[in-house]
């Protein structure tokens, strides 16, 4: 079982920045495989950004240049700097980790 905590959320203005930060506990070795999706009202839910097994990043080309997957100063942790947020992004953004681990979800509205 692995527990996944997000924070970061909120709502933000067009053209602004945020960091989405996701701790997880229980049964997970390291950050690879951990990565941040999103969906947006009447849409399926995509990937933004995640770490493959081997540690390498994967960003949606929607976010490329703009979003920055990192790992934190924490344990098992994963944090989202999202820079030069658009309308289209606003959506609710999921945690998840390898086996089918997910988050609750943190909201992101973004005022245009």
């Known amino acids: 079982q692995v527990q996944l905590v997000e924070s970061g959320g909120g709502l933000v203005q067009a053209g602004g920045s945020l960091r989405l930060s996701c701790a997880a506990s229980?049964?997970?070795?390291?950050?690879?495989?951990m990565g941040w999706f999103r969906q947006a009202p009447g849409k399926q839910r995509e990937l933004v950004a995640r770490?493959?097994?081997?540690?390498?990043?994967v960003y949606a080309d929607s976010v490329k240049g703009r979003f920055t997957l990192s790992r934190g100063r924490a344990k098992n942790t994963v944090d989202l700097q999202m820079n030069s947020l658009k309308p289209e992004d606003a959506a609710d953004y999921y945690c998840?980790?390898?086996?089918?681990?997910w988050g609750q979800g943190t909201q992101l509205p973004v005022s245009s």
């Open positions: 998840h980790a390898p086996r089918n681990n």
């Open positions: 229980g049964r997970i070795f390291n950050t690879n495989g």
């Open positions: 770490f493959t097994s081997s540690g390498s990043t």
